[in-house]
């Protein structure tokens, strides 16, 4: 019903009310109840198909029935969005949270903003392969050092090399 229907309503002739306002136990159509719910046809015949809407015969009901019917069932369904269970509630948090890191890491890798594990992994192995390399020619490189003192400092190089390498 409208605003210009409703204060129609209350102005009309006593007479007009049962047209106005159908007694209680008097039936409507699919229409008038998708009106009355701010529904749509269909979506009125789809909650009769679901079992949450009552029929009275084809395409007519008890407008009071159908009303509660209705709604029971949104109170039905608001109350399972987890405003009375605390672990729903936290559990699709957490579920939440997860899928929000989820997506920010993966526009992160995207932007080039990360690395993945391997990649770095891989290029360090390159860059310790080449400090290795380095430090075992440093005693090459002492021509002023005879070669007891060369052999002692490539085997000083060897130890540190092996102490960093075994942790």
């Known amino acids: 019903m409208t605003h210009e229907e409703a204060f129609a309503a209350l102005v009309a002739d006593p007479a007009d009310y049962p047209q106005l306002f159908p007694p209680v136990g008097a039936t409507i159509t699919t229409d008038q109840l998708a ?37 029971a069932d949104m109170r039905k369904r608001a109350a399972g ?12 948090t957490r579920a939440a949270e997860a899928q929000a890191v989820k997506l ?46 060369v052999a002692r400092v490539d085997a000083e190089i060897r130890a540190a090399l092996e102490g960093l390498s075994n942790g």
């Open 35 to 71: 009106d009355l719910l701010d529904l749509t046809p269909t979506r009125v015949q789809t909650l009769v198909r679901q079992g949450i809407i009552p029929q009275t015969s084809r395409g007519r009901y008890d407008r009071r029935d159908a009303v509660r019917a209705y709604s």
């Open 81 to 92: 969005r987890g405003s009375a269970n605390p672990e729903w509630t936290a559990a699709k």
């Open 104 to 149: 920010e890491t993966a526009n992160a890798l995207a932007r080039g903003d990360l690395l993945s594990a391997a990649d770095v992994k891989a290029e360090w192995a390159l860059i310790l392969t080449d400090v290795r390399a380095a430090m075992l020619a440093v005693p090459s490189r002492l021509p002023e050092l005879d070669r007891a003192a």
